[in-house]
């Protein structure tokens, strides 16, 4: 008989790394597959905020291919995932989280790429009842059976606590050698790994996107309430990554970077945003998404100066750019803490 393939979703994360090597172990031939949806957590401000140098930057899903010696795909799915963000059949998690969503609709993209690439089955590192959306025992026959994988997706991680998948019955892979990890306990992971001995992985808390985070769900949210539609380009995924984001009135907002390196990435689109930064002191790079006046580039001013070292200065010169790079300078009175409501805050 020719060899056995796996297609396994790899996240980056212990798990996924877990469940690829169970099943390489039993002379699975396997490769990885990563989708990109610009959401991702890993790497990304890392290697933006200077303060984050001690931090290893690195792609994860790249970095666990390479420690498992699989050749891994990435697939671009940007275009395409935004309509399970917006439009999500089974509704969002705590925030705006398409979780089950999301995996359905990974798992049968994985599907599609197995058939067009003469694979067997699925492989992905879910475990029973770890996360509260869609890695429920009720959920994972609606995954597998939306998705359309059906019993071609197999969870090694979990697989003796589910009915057993095509794999196990055709006697490709030994279910007595796969595992029966349930509920949010990381130790048998942890345990499983030494095993393995694999001593270097991304820790899983908050999972590995930014969409289940509160902060950044926000912001989303506030930005298709400010322009009055539910869509999205993958720069508004990385500028929603990057800064405070303050909102004096409903018709703009202003980016406020936070260190060096947020200024250095900010920089970047300086011609597609109106920009400023302080003249006559140090002081962060601002841009100015929306439609302000002059009132409200001049109030913005005044909110940047706040962030510069010339808080306490009784005027503080700043530099107006715009798209086309055409620049001014105006002469603002900082604002006080006290000045700028809490409301602003995005």
């Known amino acids: 008989m020719s060899q056995r393939k796996a297609v396994a979703l790899i996240s980056g994360g212990l798990d996924s790394m877990l469940a690829t ?15 990109f949806t610009g959401f991702c957590v890993e790497g ?34 940007i275009e395409e995932y935004k309509q399970v963000l917006i439009n999500p059949k089974h509704g969002y998690g705590a925030n705006m989280n398409p979780c089950l969503d999301c995996k359905i609709f990974m798992v049968n993209k ?25 890695q ?30 095509l794999p196990e019955r055709e006697g490709w892979i030994d279910r007595n050698k796969l595992y029966g990890f ?3 306990s990381r130790k048998p992971q942890m345990g499983l790994a030494k095993e393995f001995g694999f001593t270097d992985f991304a820790q899983p808390a908050g999972g590995c996107c930014f ?54 990435f900010m920089s970047g689109y300086k011609k597609e945003f109106i920009s400023m930064n302080c003249a006559s002191h140090r ?45 001014r300078n105006i002469t603002v009175t900082p604002l006080k803490a006290e000045q700028i409501p809490e409301s602003w805050f995005i």
């Not at 099943?23 to 597959?33: A, D």
């Not at 790079?285 to 010339?310: H, N, S």
Request: glycine share 8%; hydrophobic share 35%; net charge neutral.
């Open 136 to 165: 429920r025992k009720q959920t994972m026959p609606i995954i597998a059976a939306q998705s359309g994988a059906d019993d071609r997706l197999l969870r090694p991680l979990s697989a003796q606590n589910l009915p057993a998948t």
């Open 44 to 77: 990304h401000t890392h290697a933006i905020r200077k303060r984050d140098t001690d931090k290893v930057k690195r792609n994860n899903s790249l970095w666990v291919a390479e420690q498992l010696g699989i050749k891994l795909h990435i697939i671009d799915i």
């Open 182 to 184: 349930s509920g949010r």
């Open 110 to 134: 994985a599907k599609q790429w197995m058939l067009e690439n003469g694979f067997d089955f699925i492989i992905t590192g879910e475990v029973v009842g770890q996360r509260p959306m869609s």
């Open 211 to 264: 969409l289940t985070d509160e902060s950044y769900s926000l912001k989303l949210v506030d930005l298709w309430k400010a322009r009055g539609t539910r869509d999205y380009e993958l720069d508004d995924v990385m500028l929603l990554k990057v800064g405070r984001h303050i909102r004096p009135k409903p018709h703009f907002k202003i980016i406020v970077a936070r260190e060096d390196g947020e200024s250095q």
């Open 283 to 327: 002081g962060p790079l601002v841009l100015v998404d929306g439609t302000p006046d002059e009132d409200d580039l001049y109030l913005a001013a005044q909110i940047l100066a706040r962030y510069g070292q010339g808080r306490d200065a009784e005027q503080v010169e700043v530099t107006l750019r715009d798209q086309q790079g055409n620049e």
């Open 21 to 35: 090597k169970a099943i390489m172990n039993q002379g699975i031939h396997v490769e990885g597959i990563n989708f």
